[in-house]
């Protein structure tokens, strides 16, 4: 099945006169002939279900779609792209251990790095994409677990060099952990580029429309954790009677390990009606991102040659920065624009405050067109110079093209540049 295809009809096959939509199943739990059974559910909870915290059918199928569209051997859902990040991290790193990250990526996963994994023990290094190789594998401890990066940057709309990171992190034994909400599956499939695990905030694109919060976490199946640095992969899980990820299953060790010992632990298994919202947006995402990409395409040459306008940041641009990255990994450059109004912060503020169509709010990647100050709002907490790693300027606006028509959006603009004094 193609993209558009696997959209529609992944993780889902009814059989002879069974609901022609995944139904939604409304039930905290399971129920079995015998309390032997139930025992030995507990003894390998993969084996079927046994309670909604684990899995649930509902969101099983949303799991195997998504898993389908990045080609991936299992995906786990997660209430928020938060608890994605987190987890995905948990799974293989410990107190006492370090990770790299790119400093361009979202302003939330900043503070989770910086802040909250300090205190749960585990140390982040940020690098500058740019740096030389050399300076790259300095970087690297004898701790270090894994690799983090977005494909298209929230807000900086920066493109991540896959081959260039990926035979980083696998020369150093590690994993590439690949956030790729912006760009979702349609437009990057990272696992065809060496990225290890995906993770997704389906609150944007997937869900598109606004109307829950929710993550992913996609196994690629690939990645050799019995290199002898993932102990916790190879040796006995105590927690579950002595069983080994590696040994017991397979190319599907670490998103097992994932529900069997995080989901267990922390509990963040989405609710099956959220699965369900999740599916109807995932239905038509391939349709609505090519959309978002022609909408914001355009929408972006208008900006380029607007005089009200310092610069643009969107590598569907012929001048941009990273453009060329975007030819080689990316099948559209998705609908978010970055740009930097002329007279910095307060003249941005005016811009956005004279919207008329385009709404200001704390949502990106929405159907509708809206709009965001990172600097005063989703990076708010960051210091100048932390803003400056994230490549935040206070002129920034990030600017999110919806599927309206795209001559009412230009004209929206128009009127709002004209009231910026
Ligand atoms: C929004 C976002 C997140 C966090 O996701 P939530 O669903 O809001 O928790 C993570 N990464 C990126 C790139 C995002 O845009």
């Not at 992190?169 to 290890?196: M, Q, S, W, Y």
């Not at 390990?257 to 699965?275: N, T």
């Not at 624009?337 to 503020?349: H, W, Y």
């Not at 932390?386 to 309206?404: K, P, T, W």
Request: glycine share 8%; with cysteine; net charge negative.
């Amino acid at each position: 099945m193609r993209d558009e295809t696997k959209c529609l009809h992944a993780g889902y096959s009814p059989k002879n006169a069974e609901p022609r939509v995944m139904p939604i199943v409304q039930s905290t739990t399971y129920v079995y002939d015998s309390t032997e059974e139930v025992a030995s559910v507990f003894d390998e909870p993969m084996k079927s279900l046994i309670y909604s915290r684990f899995a649930n059918p509902t969101v099983m199928a949303v799991e195997d779609k998504i898993a389908a569209l990045e080609g991936g051997v299992g995906a786990m859902c997660t209430t928020s792209g938060q608890a994605a990040s987190l987890l995905s991290i948990l799974n293989i790193c410990e107190a006492g251990d370090s990770i790299i990250s790119t400093s361009e990526i979202y302003g939330g996963t900043v503070n989770l790095f910086s802040f909250t994994l300090k205190k749960l023990g585990i140390e982040c290094i940020f690098i500058d994409k740019n740096a030389s190789d050399d300076e790259l594998d300095k970087a690297f401890k004898p701790n270090t677990k894994l690799v983090f990066g977005e494909t298209i940057a929230n807000p900086a709309l920066t493109v991540f060099d896959f081959e260039r990171f990926s035979a980083l992190a696998h020369r150093h034994g590690v994993p590439l952990i690949i956030d790729n909400t912006f760009a979702t599956p349609i437009l990057c499939k990272p696992f065809e580029f060496g990225a290890d695990i995906v993770i997704h905030s389906t609150t944007k694109y997937m869900d598109g429309h606004a109307l829950q919060v929710g993550g992913v976490i996609v196994d690629g199946g690939k990645f050799d954790w019995a290199n002898g640095n993932f102990p916790c992969l190879t040796e006995p899980d105590e927690s579950y009677h002595g069983v080994s990820y590696t040994k017991t299953y397979g190319n599907k060790a670490y998103i097992t390990k994932a529900r069997m010992q995080l989901m267990r632990d922390f509990g963040v298994y989405p609710a099956a009606h959220s699965a369900f919202l999740l599916n109807i947006g995932l239905e038509t995402l391939a349709v609505r991102m090519k959309q978002y990409c022609q909408n914001a395409l355009t929408v972006a040459k208008y900006f380029e040659s607007s005089p009200y306008v310092e610069s643009v940041s969107y590598p569907g641009l012929e001048n941009d920065k990273y453009h060329d990255l975007a030819k080689k990994y990316l099948k559209g450059s998705s609908g978010v624009i970055s740009l930097v109004i002329k007279g910095g912060r307060e003249k941005a503020m005016q811009f956005m405050n004279a919207l008329k169509l385009a709404s200001n709010e704390v949502h990106v990647a929405d159907i509708r067109t809206c709009v965001l100050h990172p600097a005063s709002e989703t990076h708010r907490q960051l210091t100048d110079e932390q803003l400056v790693a994230c490549g935040i300027n206070g002129g920034m606006v990030r600017f999110s093209v919806g599927l309206e028509n795209v001559e009412d959006i230009i004209e929206d603009i128009e009127q709002a540049f004209k009231k910026i004094k």
